[in-house]
Structure formats: C-alpha cells, structure tokens
C-alpha cells in the first residue's frame, strides 16, 4: 500500500498501517499527524493513497495537540480531587493550554499545586488516551449530571460523538491527542482567572486554570525564564514606573494617555520619522478625524468595516471617525489631475485613528482603540512599481534596525491559487504585484515565507515582524498593494498617450502604530532607553549642599546643548539618589564632589556599567552628542 510522505516521497507499507508506524519508520518524535490536511491521532489507520504529514512539538499543530492533551490530563486531576466541580472546555492557546470548572470558590495557589502532584502521577502512569465512538445518548448518559458537557453534546449535529479516556477518566473531544500521558514530561500551573461559559456575560462564570506543557524539562525552565523576564519588562508596569504612559477606564478603555516623558520618546521618534520620510521623497499631509459617511460608503468600509468603525451625527448628517488614513489620501490625490510626469506621489502621515475594538481584546499600549499609525500611501505606474517596494523594504529596514531590531520573519501573503475568483483586480495586477515584492525581497537577499490564501482580497502584501530576545514575535512592517480603492475611487493619472490609466496604488506602514510601536520598544529595551531616545538623559548629583551651585552651572550648560538634564539636589544621600536613577534607567549620571568643582569637571557613571571616571565637561557633551547622532544602542 503507498503512502506520500511529503509532496516528493511515497513510501511503501503493508495494509492496515497506522500512523505511528510511519513516524518511527521515519524516526520522528511524534506527537500527532496530518492526514490529507486533518489533524489526527497516531493510531489513526491509513489507507492507500493517503497523504501523511507527521507532527513533532516542533510544528505549531503539534504543539496544540501536545497542550491540548495536557488540558485533559489537569481535568483528570482536578476531577479526581475534587469530584464535585463540573467540567467545561479545555482548549490549547497561543501558549499553553487552559481548562475551565464550574465550581464556587476559585482555585488557591496550594490546591494548584495539589493537582499538579496529582498530574505528576498521571504522567508517571503513562496511560494511554484511547478514542471512543458513541451515540449521542450514549453520551448523554456518560455525561450525566455534567451540565455543561450535556449542552455540548446537545449542540452537536452529528449523531455519533467522540469520547477520550485516559484511565478513569472520560472527556467529549473530538481529539487527536497525543499517545500516552507519559510523553508529558515537564508542565506547570500558571495562573486562575474568572471567566464566563461561552464567554457570555450573563452565563456562569467558570475557573480557568492556565498551564503550559513541554517535552522536556528543559524546555520548561527556559519558558518559565523567559515568562519571568517577559513580566520584568512588561510596558504597562514600566509605562507606571518610568511615567510614560497611563490608560483610564473611566476616560474609556484603550485609549492611551502620553506623559511628557512617554510624549518625549514618541516626539523624537516622530520627528526622526519625518526627515527620513521626506528625505526620500514623500510628503507630509494632515487630514481631517471626521468625513461624511458618503466617503466610507464609496470605499466599502460603511459596509465591509462597519463593526469596527465609530459613528457620530453632525447637523443630521452621519458622520465617521476614521478608521484608516487612506480614503484622506485619495482626497488629496484626486483633487486636480496628475499626469504620468507626477508619479511617484508618496503621501506620508503620523495618521491617528480609531478603531473599536471589544474590550476583552484591550491590552495595554499594544491593542487599543485610538492610535497613530505611520501611514503613507504610494501612488504610482506599473513600470514603477519595483523600484518603489524596494524603497519601502530599504527604508524599513533602516527604520527598525536604527531602534536595534536585528531578527525579522518576513510573510509574503498571497491569493488562493484555487479561489481567484474571491479577489478585487486583475490577474496581471496580481502577477505584476507579486513578482515586484519577490524580486525586491530577493535583491536584498531576504528570506521570506510564501503564505498562500492568505492574501486580503484587494491585493498581496508582504509583514515584517520583529523577533525579540524572549523569541516574541511583533507585528512591525507591513507593505500592502490595493487593486480595490483606485476602482472604488476611480483614480487614475493621464499616461503620455493621454489616455487615463489607473493608478496603482500601495499602503504601508513600518512601525504600525506609535501606541504599538513604543509599547513594543518599551519591552524590548526593558525600560532603558538608548541615549538618543531616553526622555532623561543626564541626572546631575552634587554630594553635598556647596556643590549646588557647580550643579546649577552644568545643568544650565547642558540644557543649552540639548540635552535632557534634571538636576537631583534633594537632600539624600549620593547611594540613594544613584539608585534612583539607576531604577529610571537614566543613562548618564553626574556625581559632584569637591575634587571635581575644583578642578571643574563630571565624575561619570554610566548606567549598569558604573563609574567611568573623571571628564572635563567639554568632553563629555562632546560624547554625548555623538553617541545621540550616532544613536547608539548599549
Ligand atoms: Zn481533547
Ligand atoms: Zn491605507
């Protein structure tokens, strides 16, 4: 009997093979596998033809699979010391796993750790998790008494439903699950929270228990160091502890407050921002927040984008907050003619928009409702097309490798080849699209993943998205062609030929959104700024009272050279005021004793590496400049 084992290879077995069978056979540390595109148990049998792709811990689906299974390992656990809680749903997450119980009181940190000794034991047990198909009222009966399991099974269609055992205990699941229980080797209980059944508000309110699950111990060590260091450098504490940034229910959730310092990184950034942008050829515009719903009919949004958008009355008359700089753009284009001589137009805009997004989505600087993207929208021909995504990848590249963003995963997402109907504009504007984003890719020689199908329906895009020291992935650049807007809005240029042409249109943004973007820089550089961007910059210590005055001198010296200087002359002593500063990662520090107002010089402290000795005041702004100039990062 043939079985593919990749799109190359087909391998020969004797009828009845399993799926684990295939996996040793090809020596795979298998967790579940892939069977013509379904995700399936490795007692699965195969059958001639079958197309088999075998999942490790190493393949997203495989990780699901492995957390998943360990969900129903906690829910044995927690069934069995506890028999009176009833049973939700045990899903996998982005990481980890969770599974919700009905039961009153939440779960304390000693009861966590009573059922991950009572998981231990189940892992040790190595039971097998063993498929099982009924009849509903089967079902029904094996359920009995679990409220919740009878109302899923009820929702259920089918009139078969499938059951898992592992030793005693039983689970409605539709599966796959890994093996035995035993190749669990490493997990942990994270955290409980509240949350309602089928995340309905007016329903019970469930206890979720969160846990993550690893092949080897190591692996779990290494997660749970990098949770811990991931907490330390979470934006919203240290947007509270450095002042940069706060967000008030009561003012409205997901929308951010900027402090003068939050404000101070944001403003260098922007203004940095700007002169890149006009260096390369685009310029600034400046829309309005509101437009009339009329422009949103005609650039589909009222009706595509509706659920999303915030609407208000103006004299009668239905107005938008926008949700997207683009329509504004295409105003200022189309207001006179512009002949194929004008193209390249790059419109460029730090534009704020607002999005209604629901509030359990909300999350700190990173998800929000009202933000400033750094938006601007290219107009051009087709015969330029190349030369202007490459200006787009070179530019955003400059852009994120200057804030010290070295790692990226780039994503050409393009049409589903099967379903090209689905799509706004031509094949050739398709084709001609994608060609120019690959060969831009590859004449800077970066790799990239091919993501088919997951195009949006107006055109291809390509999404750089950062990777930081933890292995988190943020959303940075995006590139996005739209085939749909220019028909919408009818935008066209008149060619040499004097004939009217459609204009091509592209939107890009390369740090997405500043709430996003700093938010982001906030963790990577875990609060300590570099130079350039850090809202203080120097923080001036005279030891005693008598060395104010000298204190005063260089702060005034300072603060006309353009530094960001403050001026510590509170009455503590010198241990202290340095670890202060040392907590508000401020990067140079100015200790003055009488040796150096005497000899008129800075003893400098660098922040984590200490003393750096004695500098004449000249000197020492002579390096600061250069280091802000130069932007280094340290
Ligand atoms: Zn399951
Ligand atoms: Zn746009």
Redesign the pocket.
């Known amino acids: 009997m043939k079985v593919k084992i990749s799109a190359r290879e087909i391998r020969d077995y004797p009828s009845e093979v399993r799926v684990k069978e295939v996996a040793k056979d090809l020596g795979l540390r298998a967790v579940a596998a892939q069977v013509d595109g379904q995700i399936v148990d490795l007692d699965h049998r195969l059958e001639e033809g079958d197309g088999v792709r075998i999942l490790t811990f190493e393949d997203p689906e495989g990780k699901k699979v492995f957390w998943h299974s360990t969900s129903h390992i906690m829910a044995q656990a927690v069934r069995e010391l506890f028999p009176e809680v009833k049973l939700g749903i045990g899903p996998p997450i982005s990481q980890g796993f969770y599974y919700d119980f009905r039961r009153r009181a939440p779960f304390s940190e000693e009861e966590l750790g009573q059922i991950e000794k009572r998981m231990q034991e189940i892992v040790k047990a190595n039971l097998p998790f063993q498929r099982e198909e009924v009849s509903k009222e089967e079902a029904l009966m094996v359920f009995r008494g679990e409220d919740f399991k009878i109302q899923l099974i009820q929702e259920i269609e089918d009139e078969r439903v499938t059951l898992y055992r592992q030793g005693g205990y039983v689970d409605l699941c539709r599966g796959p699950h890994l093996p035995f229980t035993g190749m669990v080797k490493a997990f942990k209980l994270l955290s409980v929270a509240g949350a309602y059944w089928k995340g309905d508000e007016k329903g019970p309110v469930m206890q979720r228990i969160y846990g993550i699950s690893f092949p080897e111990q190591g692996d779990l060590e290494r997660y749970l160091k990098n949770l811990e260091e991931a907490k330390r450098r979470d934006h919203r504490r240290l947007g509270r502890e450095l002042d940069l940034f706060s967000i008030h229910e009561e003012a409205g959730a997901g929308l951010v407050y900027w402090h003068p310092k939050g404000a101070v990184i944001r403003n260098i950034i922007e203004d940095f921002w700007k002169a890149e942008h006009i260096k390369r050829g685009y310029q600034l515009v400046y829309i309005p927040h509101i437009a009339k719903a009329h422009l949103w009919r005609t650039s589909g949004h009222y009706d595509f984008y509706r659920e999303n958008m915030y609407f208000l009355p103006v004299e009668g008359e239905e107005y938008v907050l926008k949700p ?3 329509p504004g753009h295409i105003i200022i284009y189309k207001s006179r003619k512009r002949s194929y001589r004008d193209l390249p137009i790059r419109y460029a805009e730090l534009g704020t928009v607002y999005r209604a997004e629901r509030s359990g989505v909300l999350h700190g600087m990173l998800r929000v409702r009202g933000f400033t993207q750094d ?1 601007a ?1 290219i107009f051009c021909r087709l015969d330029q097309l190349e030369e202007e995504i490459l200006g787009v990848i070179d530019l955003a590249q400059f852009m994120l490798q200057t804030f010290g963003y070295q790692d990226y995963q780039i994503d050409l997402s393009v049409r589903d080849p099967q379903h090209k109907e689905k799509y706004a504009g031509s094949d050739q504007d398709w084709q001609r699209a994608e060609e120019s984003l690959v060969s831009a890719l590859q004449k800077r020689g970066l790799d990239y993943r091919r993501a088919e199908g997951e195009a949006v329906f107006y055109g291809p895009k390509i999404d750089i998205k950062l990777l930081d020291a933890l292995g988190r992935t943020w959303q940075g650049s995006t590139i996005q062609f739209d085939f749909n807007l220019p028909q919408r809005f009818n935008i066209t240029y008149t060619d040499r030929d004097n004939s009217e042409k459609k204009v091509i249109m592209i ?1 890009r943004a390369l740090l997405g959104a500043m709430e996003r973007f700093i938010g982001g820089l906030i963790e990577f550089y875990g609060g300590a700024f570099p130079l350039w961007l850090a809202p203080v910059q120097v923080v001036i210590m005279p030891i005693t009272d008598s060395e104010r005055d000298y204190g005063e001198l260089i702060r005034k010296r300072l603060f006309e050279e353009g530094i960001r200087v403050e001026l510590d002359d509170r009455n503590e002593k010198i241990g202290h005021k340095i670890r202060e500063a040392e907590l508000q990662k401020v990067p140079y520090m100015l200790i003055l004793g009488k040796r150096e107002t005497q000899g008129g010089t800075v003893a400098v402290r660098q922040r984590r590496k200490g003393d750096l000795g004695q500098l004449v005041l000249d000197s020492f702004c002579e390096r600061l400049k250069e280091e802000i100039e130069q932007k280094q990062i340290w």
Do not use: Q, S
């Open positions: 997207m700089n683009c938006d929208h939107h």
